[in-house]
């Protein structure tokens, strides 16, 4: 089986529309709606043409697909925000704490608020990773997942100093979301999988606008709402493991939505951008060597497969088919990670 990665292109709307039917909702960054698919793919367009020296940090969107070269057909995707926050404000909970002493009653009382916060605003966002489910559990997840990171470390100047991700909240078996219940639920008027089909259509901004902005205090939020803060859907939990090796970490940053954890990383961190080799091809032919993604190419042109590779004093000797499916030739520059 041969998969390469790529820049999506208006002509995967079908595939994408059709995996995004299979997330089962809650899934801000792929909804299922052809309209806001087309939307992102020409946004996508417009940042993959935008080229040249000294380009200023701008909000560009990214989206990759991962076709299997055999058949043609794409059976993932992922994203990539360069900056957020920047036209539209961007907004989180934070969780913090404030503690209170009474000397009459001898008592230090302790409270968890969560307090509305553009912080993140100016990171850069890895987001909308997903498999086909046939696909899942053979390592596409990772070759999708981590390609980004070498994206990144080839188009480093049009990324913030920090990345985020958000994973999805709790949704309970009814489709429900108890934190939503708990606070957006109070001011909206609309169920949650109202508010998520509201949102696949129109966007998340009318979360943030009608948002409660003072702090909330989590004891007086329901039981079910407080253990949800901060845990990701059970879905979620390999796209988690996979930020955690990447160096990425939840500091106490929830989706205002649905209370899903905000995974944070300095992007210098991010262990597959700071381990990524980025030197020339000096062999094609290479019959055995250490598993590796091998990526080629800037914008549009971006591929990233797996491979073989072996570091050498001049440069990278790859195999011939990593060679043929990233169009490489000897004396291309490639960047590297183990496997
Ligand atoms: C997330 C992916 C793409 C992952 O693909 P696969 O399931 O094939 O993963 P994989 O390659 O088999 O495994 C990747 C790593 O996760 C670990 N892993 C797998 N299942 C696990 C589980 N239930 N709990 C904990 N860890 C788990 C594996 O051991 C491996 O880590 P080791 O190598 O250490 O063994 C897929 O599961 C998927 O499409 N899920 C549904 C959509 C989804 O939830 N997407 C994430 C949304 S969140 C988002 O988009 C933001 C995050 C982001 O973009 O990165």
Redesign the pocket.
């Known amino acids: 089986m041969s998969f390469i990665i790529r820049a999506a292109t208006p002509a995967d709307l079908q595939p994408l529309y059709e995996m995004a039917k299979l997330?089962g909702g809650g899934?801000t960054?792929l909804p299922p709606d052809r309209n806001s698919l087309t939307a992102k793919l020409e946004r996508a367009g417009q940042s993959f043409a935008r080229d040249g020296e000294d380009l200023d940090l701008a909000d560009e969107l990214f989206v990759m697909v991962l076709e299997n070269t055999e058949t043609g057909e794409v059976r993932?995707t992922?994203q990539l925000f360069t900056q957020v926050g920047q036209s539209l404000p961007f907004y989180s909970y934070r969780l913090t704490t404030l503690t209170q002493h009474s000397i009459e009653l001898e008592r230090t009382v302790t409270a968890e608020m969560l307090v509305l916060t553009n912080d993140l605003g100016g990171c850069s966002e890895?987001?909308?990773?997903?498999?086909h489910p046939n696909?899942?559990?053979?390592?596409?997840?990772?070759l999708?997942?981590r390609s980004r990171y070498l994206y990144i470390a080839a188009h480093r100047e049009r990324f913030g100093d920090r990345i985020l991700?958000?994973?999805?909240g709790i949704i309970d078996d009814r489709g429900g979301s108890p934190f939503w219940d708990a606070i957006g639920g109070k001011f909206f008027g609309m169920s949650f999988q109202e508010a998520d089909e509201f949102n696949a259509v129109n966007g998340n901004q009318f979360i943030a606008d009608l948002m409660p902005k003072h702090p909330v205090y989590t004891a007086l939020l329901s039981e079910e709402a407080r253990k949800v803060i901060g845990l990701p859907?059970?879905?979620?939990?390999?796209?988690m493991?996979?930020?955690e090796?990447e160096n990425f970490s939840y500091e106490g940053y929830v989706d205002i939505f649905d209370g899903g954890p905000t995974m944070l990383a300095r992007t210098d961190n991010v262990t597959s951008i700071k381990n990524a080799a980025h030197v020339p091809v000096v062999d094609i032919e290479l019959e055995a060597g250490e598993k590796a993604l091998i990526a080629a190419g800037r914008l549009a042109n971006f591929r990233c497969c797996y491979g073989a590779r072996e570091l050498r004093d001049d440069g990278i000797a790859i195999d011939s088919r990593a060679a043929d499916l990233l169009r490489v030739a000897k004396g291309d520059m490639v960047w590297s990670i183990a496997r």
């Open positions: 997330t899934f960054n993932g992922s890895v987001g909308g990773l997903f498999l696909e899942r559990a053979g390592g596409l997840g990772l999708l997942a991700a958000e994973l999805r859907h059970p879905n979620g939990r390999a796209a493991r996979m930020l090796n």
